[in-house]
């Protein structure tokens, strides 16, 4: 991954990275830090006293895409790297090594306007986070687990139990993630009583590599009567590939994807990730794309937020 990372800073992005941050994104004790921090967040605190939630790591082979995109929409310098989300903002290393803001990282925000006259979108002036990328690590607060929303659910099926559980791993040859398991026992379905939405997260699209950030609101999970249903009909016309199930949907009928052990002797460890599958775009395998949300279904369930609390 280091030596793909930086055939595309000499190839593409020209710009000398610093090496603080190299050291960052590549040392063995940083693995835990270039993973998404969501719901697990970290809140970087200036001088000021300013507080900026860093909302999610960019991952060394995640930079170039998430680049491209911001440059396409004017959004960053060609000199900035960008290296992490907050709430929908870009934080931004500057690499232009000529310049006394050599090192620095800047936020940006993605409002703005498309200016007729120079025929490009406009935005105002990133805001000046730290001196050099050693000051955010310094700067950054401890790490806080996030709080579970109310997840009052409407319209749950309490009736399901351990054996119908079983017998649903045991038909599909397949192991659910303890947290989720939990979640079926006690809920098993059921609308939000609240407007829920996931965090901010990037969207890819296979084809075209362009990208775009969005939150999506969920619209009710699954039972798992309905989960069945919609297994069988991925078996009839593949949508998403084996080893994942669906837990959830949106508004738009978008189906949220856990990762599975799938197949005799499968482990559940290290295969616990949640992904938006968007039926609206497709690969060249024809299936869904697919977006990560989180690590695991109870992380994914603790960063819901009301929406404009996460957005």
């Known amino acids: 991954m280091e030596s793909d990372f930086a055939d595309w800073v000499e190839r593409e992005f020209r710009h000398p990275v610093p090496g603080e941050y190299r050291d960052f994104l590549f040392r063995d004790v940083a693995a835990a830090h270039v993973e998404p921090v ?35 929409e004017g959004l960053i310098a060609e000199q900035l790297l960008p290296i992490f989300d907050s709430c929908g903002c870009v934080a931004a290393l500057d690499c232009d090594e000529g310049s006394s803001t050599y090192g620095s990282v800047l936020l ?13 979108n406009v935005y105002e002036e990133p805001v000046l986070l730290a001196r050099s990328f050693s000051d955010v690590l310094a700067a950054l607060g401890e790490t806080q687990q996030g ?8 319209g749950s099926d309490r009736t399901l139990g351990p054996s119908d559980l079983a017998s649903f791993e045991r038909e599909l040859d397949v192991e659910l993630p303890a947290d989720y398991r939990e979640f079926l026992l006690a809920h098993n379905g059921g609308t939000p009583a609240r407007f ?35 297994l069988v009909d991925n078996e009839d016309e593949p949508t ?38 968007n039926h609206e775009v497709r690969g060249a395998d024809g299936l869904f794309a697919l977006s990560p949300l989180a690590s695991s279904f109870g992380e994914f369930v603790r960063s819901l937020a009301p929406y404009g609390e996460d957005s």
């Open 38 to 72: 969501t719901p697990l967040r970290a809140y970087l605190v200036t001088g000021d006293g300013d507080e900026y939630e860093v909302s999610e790591w960019f991952s060394a082979e995640r930079i170039p895409d998430i680049y491209r995109c911001c440059r396409a």
């Open 108 to 120: 940006q925000a993605p409002e703005g306007y498309f200016d007729d006259a120079r025929q490009e």
């Open 147 to 154: 709080e579970a929303p109310d997840l009052l659910l409407l």
């Open 196 to 230: 829920l939405c996931t965090p901010t997260f990037m969207e890819v699209d296979p084809a075209t590599r362009e990208g775009h950030r969005q939150s999506v609101p969920i619209d009710h999970f699954l039972s798992l009567g309905e989960i069945s249903e919609l």
């Open 240 to 277: 998403f590939g084996p080893g994942r199930v669906p837990v959830a949907c949106d508004q738009c009928g978008n189906l949220i994807l856990l990762d599975v052990a799938c197949g005799s002797g499968a482990s559940i460890e290290g295969v616990q990730g949640v992904q938006f599958a």
